[in-house]
């Protein structure tokens, strides 16, 4: 197929086309063309002066367009076609992290009595058609882009503006929170969230944890996935690193955090029920040592309590126990006064002031060395389980020597404990009749132990949970049964209640959510009072106090 224009010619009448000697260029579609370029092209004048430029298609584009084109023929004579392209203006848009551009003609100008018909935007030398309207909007990839606003006129000129332009990607940024992970109790593990982390141009598709030794150049262990969690064996101070790449493949710089896992020690609380008193200890690092806070109207505690052991480091779990009007508080101590090992405190007033108990040397006794502890009031004797080293598991009964005659509290020698893993950790240590009851986590597992021997010889009778914290249990002298509060992963608190069914074997209700206490709190610790459980918290300055009345599925502050 041929493509023509017919334009007029400058200065000549009644002339013939020009001649194979002749010397002449035409410009057309993109590129210059002469009478020495093959063939495809043909130039035609009648006698009126009137010119014709065809093309059949085999060389160039096939849409001629003619600006400003000049003939020069063998006299040496140069004439030109009457016609000028259209002017056109055009400019483009983009407001990152946006990828839209927008395209829109400005304005067009036709010339010597020509008209502009028509207006696209087409690729730079591909004549492909990108929009037949203005303005026009899309968005881009990442590239670089030639796009031509071209104005279309009456007598079949094109004018063309050239816009160039580029799209790049935007990186990501890294955003790192941290918090204890609820699922370890001892605090050792941290949970890293980087789902924080954005990308203003896309999406955050790839994250890359590295966790470094207190050197800060040995890897201790890296991960891959938006929240990772790292299990740290010690409470030093640590760098974790987070790099993240975006949907692009683009690649963050890097961030770093400094981490230094917290050791929380369990508090304890008990319930006097002759004062209608309740008694809540814990570790305050500003004395360093043990102290004990008395509510003597169940709504509210005193801000600050007694010192019942100065100099003392945070170590593990602490029991509470109320004898008649005593007040015991136990805890793992590496140096009181001597040896490492348990010490036992007591209040003889009910939390108003305190003397040193019994206190038991256990050889070298590992951190988190108080597994466990009940009291008997039938036989006024405690029973308490340490970890010592090897592991090994030792138990120790205090006894009221009045029930002999004597005065005071005798303390029986340890004995070896069978049937516990040595990684068990503090948990809490129950009478329940005759038996004792452990409930305390090993590894991920939360398991319940029975021993029938005065805590010699336990046995695993059931697993309460899997992957989760525990925080503490209490149990109904009613029903018998056992209430467990936990912590998942983000710190939200769960619980579960076991039933023994009277036959030996222990069942387990579903997993429920809490409501009323707030997520990652530490330091908590449960006791029953009256028909209903109570938990509380030491925080900054105060001690919060809640009460749940039905299973510990919801709690109400104080």
């Not at 040397?361 to 405690?382: H, M, R």
Request: net charge negative; aromatic share 10%; proline share 5%.
């Amino acid at each position: 197929m041929a493509y023509a224009f017919i334009h007029h010619w400058v200065g000549v009448s009644g002339s013939t086309a020009p001649q194979a000697h002749d010397t002449w260029f035409i410009t057309v579609g993109l590129s210059t063309f002469t009478n020495t370029s093959p063939g495809g092209f043909s130039v035609t004048c009648d006698g009126s002066g009137n010119m014709t430029v065809s093309s059949d298609g085999t060389n160039g584009p096939s849409t001629i367009y003619l600006y400003n084109t000049t003939y020069t023929f063998a006299s040496g004579q140069q004439y030109g076609v009457i016609g000028q392209l259209p002017d056109i203006t055009a400019t483009h848009t983009n407001t990152p992290p946006s990828r839209v551009v927008t395209l829109t003609i400005t304005g067009t100008t036709a010339h010597l009595g020509d008209a502009v018909v028509n207006t696209y935007f087409a690729l730079h030398g591909t004549e492909t058609v990108v929009s037949l309207t203005s303005p026009y909007a899309a968005a881009y990839a990442i590239g670089s882009y030639d796009i031509d606003a071209v104005a279309v006129s009456a007598n079949g000129y094109e004018g063309r503006a050239r816009l160039t332009f580029s799209i790049a990607n935007i990186l990501p940024t890294a955003a790192i929170a941290q918090a204890a992970d609820g699922t370890d109790e001892t605090g050792l593990t941290i949970r890293f969230d980087g789902t924080g982390s954005t990308d203003p141009d896309g999406s955050v598709v790839g994250w890359s944890w590295t966790f470094y030794n207190t050197d800060g150049v040995t890897v201790m262990g890296t991960a891959s996935t938006p929240i990772a969690s790292f299990a740290y064996p010690d409470f030093l101070t640590r760098t974790t690193k987070l790099i993240v790449t975006d949907n692009d493949s683009g690649v963050s710089a890097p961030v770093t955090v400094n981490v230094t896992p917290v050791f929380i020690p369990f508090p304890a609380m008990a319930h006097n029920p002759h004062q209608g008193a309740l008694h809540f200890g814990w570790y305050d690092s500003t004395v360093p040592g043990i102290r004990v806070a008395t509510n003597r109207n169940q709504t509210t505690f005193p801000t600050t309590g007694i010192t019942l052991a100065g100099g003392v480091a945070a170590n593990g779990r602490l029991a509470a126990f109320v004898h008649d009007d005593l007040l015991f508080i136990l805890y793992a101590i590496p140096s009181f006064p001597g040896p490492n090992g348990i010490a036992c405190v007591f209040s003889q007033d009910g939390g108003l002031s305190s003397a040193a108990g019994p206190f038991t040397a256990l050889s070298l006794v590992t951190t988190n060395a108080l597994i466990g502890a009940a009291y008997d009031p039938s036989i006024e004797s405690l029973t308490y389980l340490a970890n010592t080293t090897g592991p090994t598991l030792k138990r120790v009964v205090l006894r009221n020597n009045s029930r002999s005659g004597s005065s005071g509290w005798s303390t029986d020698t340890p004995a070896t404990v069978t049937g516990i893993p040595s990684n068990i950790r503090p948990g809490r240590l129950f009478y329940d009749g005759t038996a004792l009851l452990l409930c305390a986590k090993s590894g991920a597992d939360l398991n319940l132990y029975q021993s029938t021997d005065e805590g010699f010889s336990f046995s695993a009778v059931a697993t309460l949970a899997t992957g989760y914290g525990y925080v503490d249990a209490v149990k109904d002298a009613h029903t018998s049964s056992l209430a467990v509060l936990l912590r998942d992963g983000t710190g939200n608190c769960q619980r579960l209640v076991a039933r023994h069914n009277g036959a030996g074997a222990w069942q387990t209700d579903s997993i429920q959510a809490v409501s009323g206490i707030p997520a990652n709190l530490g330091g908590m610790a449960m006791c029953s009072f009256n028909d209903t459980h109570m938990q509380a918290n030491k925080l900054t300055s105060t001690i919060a106090l809640r009460q749940s009345t039905d299973e510990l599925f919801s709690f109400a502050s104080l």
